[in-house]
């Protein structure tokens, strides 16, 4: 935001950006308050108003008094959340801590902002995927932050979701835009995009279930901490719109196999070394990217020939548990070539074993996919690589294969990351046939 675009004054901003007044009012340590405004004025008005609010909250809440402050839906303003409802709303302060708002026991009264203000605040931050849900919070606070529940009805949800599909309320993902850019590259696409018109695409039925599924758990999440956990609340609850309203089809299993060929020649124009030896290593033991850098030399047992994984030593959800990962010769020999390429010269090795983040993996992958034209290629394909090749190479069970990739649910394992080649599987069978034929030679000549 350049200097000539933006109007302040303490506590207050008012940037402009894509056509709009975007004002944000801040009073340490309340939610910042925001809004768009389609002129300076009005937005300099309700920057003010908000900030005289914000600051006798803060002075009440200093004293201990519980005040109400008001969410200010503003006539003109395009914020499409406050736009479904055209009116001023004496809306609750949401206090942190076990104390419900006031008016909690109507559940029709209960304003969604609060429920996601509740949700970000006390939830996110423990998820496994903090910045993408972080994302979804803050978007369906837009859409639906100026609504309480009672207002939420299956028609407005349909027309949510018929919006949102089209991306009316947000573009989706282009598939030719590529994953991966350097700093030239968005450079560049940034100064193509300012010449041609903008390009609306469609979202996915995949990212519009997330975020209804989303606003499920933030309202589930929100009565019990509230202790709304009675008969009446949690059957009005399971009748609402909310948990009632039909979601979107869940998206087919993705199949993407790695080709020998591609390997190599992802692996060949690669330019970093760690990069390259964790993405052999990850097919040689299932290894997702987090896991990959958090593993130490000391966890490595070459006597039994396992390598243990621990589990993260935060708050935080993790799909990581402590366990021991077979280490296969080839997994040997890679971690042989690292840890005499890492010997320092006093004889002493690096704490970890891949010394990066794991972002800087996932940018070096995408980078050398982008460079050497291969398509639709992800890094956590490599995961499902892996799995596929244990059954294919070594005849695993998917008893034996789940020791490798931690799975605890083998459905899961199943769905969405054995998918071994049918050529393999044809090629097999014609060895099987050779001694214990499917149908004999004779039924065969009935056919002609």
Request: glycine share 8%; hydrophobic share 35%.
């Given at each position: 935001m350049s200097k000539k675009t933006r109007w302040t004054e303490p506590n207050i901003e008012v940037g402009f950006r894509c056509g709009a007044y975007r004002a944000r009012v801040r009073v340490y340590p309340l939610k910042a308050q925001t809004a768009t405004f389609d002129s300076l004025e009005p937005a300099q008005r309700w920057g003010r108003k908000i900030r005289l609010m914000l600051l006798d909250e803060k002075r009440s809440r200093a004293?201990?008094?519980?005040?109400?402050?008001?969410?200010?839906?503003?006539?003109?303003?395009?914020?499409?959340g406050a736009s479904l409802a055209n009116e001023y709303f004496e809306a609750d302060a949401y206090k942190r801590g076990n104390a419900p708002p006031i008016g909690i026991e109507d559940p029709n009264k209960i304003l969604v902002s609060d429920i996601l203000d509740f949700f970000e605040t006390e939830k996110v931050k423990k998820l496994a995927g903090e910045n993408?849900?972080?994302?979804?919070?803050?978007?369906?606070?837009?859409?639906?932050?100026g609504l309480r529940l009672g207002e939420i009805t299956d028609s407005q949800l349909r027309q949510w979701l018929d919006r949102r599909l089209s991306g009316a309320l947000g573009s989706g993902r282009s598939l030719e835009r590529p994953s991966y850019r350097t700093p030239k590259g968005r450079r560049l696409e940034k100064a193509l995009r300012a010449t041609l018109p903008p390009v609306i695409h469609p979202v996915s039925p995949g990212s519009a279930r997330h975020e209804l599924m989303l606003m499920r758990r933030a309202a589930s999440a929100f009565f019990k901490f509230h202790g709304l956990r009675g008969q009446w609340h949690q059957a009005w609850l399971r009748a609402h719109p909310l948990n009632t309203f039909e979601l979107p089809s869940k998206a087919s299993p993705r199949d993407r196999r790695l080709s020998e060929d591609e390997l190599k020649v992802i692996l060949a124009c690669m330019r970093?070394?760690?990069?390259?030896?964790?993405?052999?290593?990850?097919?040689?033991?299932?290894?997702?990217r987090g896991e990959l850098v958090s593993l130490q030399w000391n966890d490595v047992d070459w006597g039994r020939k396992v390598v243990k994984l621990r589990r993260p030593?935060?708050?935080?959800?993790?799909k990581t548990r402590t366990r021991d990962v077979p280490l296969v010769p080839a997994a040997l020999t890679i971690l042989s070539n690292i840890k005499r390429a890492s010997l320092r010269p006093d004889g002493r090795l690096p704490e970890k074993i891949f010394p990066v983040r794991k972002g800087s993996l996932t940018q070096a992958w995408g980078r050398a996919c982008q460079r050497m034209g291969i398509q639709n290629a992800r890094w956590h394909d490599i995961r499902?690589?892996?799995?596929?090749?244990?059954?294919?190479?070594?005849?695993l069970s998917l008893e034996l294969v789940k020791v490798f990739s931690g799975h605890r649910d083998l459905r899961t394992l199943q769905e969405y990351y054995v998918h071994v080649l049918p050529s393999l599987v044809a090629a097999e069978a014609e060895k099987i046939e050779a001694t214990r034929p499917l149908v004999s030679a004779e039924t065969l000549a009935l056919a002609g």
């Open positions: 004293m201990g008094v519980v005040s109400l402050s008001e969410n200010v839906l503003r006539p003109g303003c395009t914020n499409p993408p849900e972080r994302s979804r919070v803050r978007r369906l606070g837009i859409w639906f932050g970093s070394d760690i990069a390259r030896a964790a993405i052999l290593f990850s097919i040689c033991t299932t290894l997702r030593d935060t708050d935080r959800k993790s499902r690589e892996a799995v596929s090749r244990l059954i294919e190479k070594y005849g």
